[in-house]
């Protein structure tokens, strides 16, 4: 069974920094891509960032572009974002995904809130 299991979430004031993890098992990690997708309150989900397989390759949203980093630790099953210079605007659930066999799978989720 495949099992997203995310953390790291909280309560920040806007320019600090964060680092969400996603615990990842029921599949072979190393062979899949795996994403962070974020939905803020009231609106519909949004995806921020993307590593390929082999960790080698890293996409970001524009709205996150120059203030995160995903990467991935093959021996942990994890899954890592970090976010610096946090906006108000980045307060949000962030959710792990992972499509394994054409099936999205998804975590449930950990809060960052950003205010002071």
């Known amino acids: 069974e495949v099992q997203l299991v995310e953390s790291g979430g909280g309560l920040v004031q806007p320019g600090g920094s964060l680092r969400l993890s996603c615990a990842a098992s029921g599949f072979t990690f190393s062979t899949y891509a795996m994403s962070w997708v974020r939905q803020a309150p009231g609106k519909g989900l949004e995806w921020v960032s993307a590593i390929n397989s082999g960790g080698g390759s890293t996409n970001y949203a524009d709205s996150v572009k120059g203030r995160s980093n995903i990467s991935r630790n093959k021996a942990r099953n994890t899954v890592y974002l970090e976010m610096n210079s946090l906006k108000p605007e980045d307060t949000a659930v962030y959710y792990c995904?992972?499509?394994?066999?054409?099936?999205?799978?998804w975590g449930q989720g950990t809060q960052v809130t950003v205010s002071s």
């Open positions: 995904n992972v499509q394994v066999r054409f099936v999205d799978y």
